[in-house]
């Protein structure tokens, strides 16, 4: 098939039609989805580049690296799209906190899952105009 790719530039062409035959589909690049611990330790940097408080940082750095990194490793999870709902049911089903703490928590894995929502995706694919 030939196509326009509206570049001059060699390598990014051809990380263009990489990307096509990794996903299958001409038009389409699958984008990579990370493990559930490299989207940690992101989030952990975002956190430290935005000067959270301390003490923000441990509470949630013990709620996803203490017990979500913990959780995911006695299930068999290691990629980021495999955290589902009914595994994230799973996961706060096993909390112990009174109503109030465990709203906070809640509060903290989801700014966790936005981040690493879009930062990457799980399974997500983007589409080449």
């Known amino acids: 098939m030939k196509r326009s790719l509206n570049t001059r530039d060699w390598t990014a ?10 996903s299958g589909q ?17 989030y952990f940097e975002d956190a430290a580049a935005r000067h959270l408080a301390p003490t923000t940082v441990r509470k949630r750095r013990e709620l996803i ?4 990194l913990r959780f995911c490793r006695d299930k068999g999870l290691s990629l980021l799209k ?16 009174s109503a109030l703490s465990a ?19 799980p399974g997500r694919t983007r589409r080449c105009s």
């Open 13 to 22: 062409a051809s990380a263009m039609v990489h990307g096509w035959e990794a």
């Open 26 to 42: 001409i038009g389409v690049i699958k984008v990579e989805v990370p493990t559930i611990e490299q989207a940690v330790e992101a």
């Open 65 to 68: 690296e203490g017990r979500l």
């Open 82 to 97: 495999q955290l589902d709902v009914t595994t994230l049911r799973m996961f706060r089903n096993g909390w112990s906190y």
């Open 103 to 121: 709203v906070k928590r809640l509060v903290y894995l989801r700014s966790f899952l936005r981040f690493a929502w879009t930062r990457a995706g």
